[in-house]
């Protein structure tokens, strides 16, 4: 799986957008960027994944570069419950692939959000 | 709900004293998979299940023992804990193939062996 780099962490003002930058310049083209987040100690949640097209669902935007070497996820208004840390994971879908389906968390962003 | 329940949520010990870690999803899936979180090294793949009867070990499985006899659960042995198994663990759960880009991961359990 290809190595992702993410700053050590990010402020936020509350009702603006984040924008998480991720760096992936060893991604593969069977790869896709997965992004998920850990608030406190609780289990990670998925957020939004995609391969080269941009994508959006009801909790964010993913950004990809054309080249795919870089993605920025974008959480549009930011609450102070999204105060977490924010991974960024590139793996290919198939789990043969993947040592069955492991994730490789990295260090994450941490996000805080301030009122 | 859709939802991958761990209990105990909190568990302290002593060591050598076997415990067992429940996990159970109820999203038939056919993917599950156990991790360990630790200050500085992130979270690490312990176990995971392929399916029912098809398990194999992660990046850290020394000390652990993990069964798949059913779908649904996906339980986490330690037959003799010790104190390096202090950490907070996960259970995780998703579909398999192509679908399986979003895992669920349970509370977590934290555990204490002293």
């Known amino acids: 799986d290809a190595k992702t780099t993410q700053p050590p962490s990010m402020d936020c003002a509350e009702g603006r957008a984040a924008n998480l930058p991720c760096n992936h310049s060893?991604?593969?083209?069977?790869?896709?960027v997965y992004w998920y987040r850990q608030i406190h100690s609780q289990g990670p949640q998925y957020i939004i994944h995609?391969?080269?097209n941009n994508e959006t669902n009801e909790m964010a935007s993913l950004i990809i570069t054309e080249d795919r070497k870089s993605s920025t996820l974008i959480l549009p208004h930011a609450t102070l419950r999204d105060t977490a840390v924010y991974y960024c994971?590139?793996?290919?879908?198939?789990?043969?692939?993947?040592?069955?389906?492991?994730?490789?968390f990295g260090q994450g962003t941490e996000l805080s959000v301030k009122p | 709900e859709a939802q991958v329940t761990q209990n105990p949520r909190y568990l302290i010990t002593v060591t050598g004293k076997k415990l067992t870690v429940t996990c159970s999803q109820n999203?038939?899936?056919?993917?599950m998979s156990w991790y360990r979180q630790d200050p500085g090294l992130g979270l690490r793949q312990i176990y995971y299940?392929?399916?029912?009867?098809?398990?194999d070990k992660g990046d850290v499985p020394e000390g652990y023992k993990v069964s798949r006899k059913e779908k649904r659960n996906f339980p986490l042995i330690l037959e003799s804990p010790s104190p390096n198994q202090t950490s907070l663990y996960f259970c995780?759960?998703?579909?398999?193939?192509?679908?399986?880009?979003?895992?669920?991961f349970g509370p977590g359990t934290r555990l204490t062996v002293t």
């Open positions: 995780a759960s998703s579909f398999s193939g192509l679908r399986s880009y979003e895992q669920y």
């Open positions: 060893t991604i593969s083209g069977n790869e896709y």
């Open positions: 995609g391969l080269k």
């Open positions: 994971i590139v793996r290919s879908p198939l789990m043969i692939y993947n040592q069955g389906g492991k994730l490789i």
């Open positions: 999203m038939n899936h056919e993917y």
């Open positions: 299940s392929m399916n029912v009867e098809v398990t």
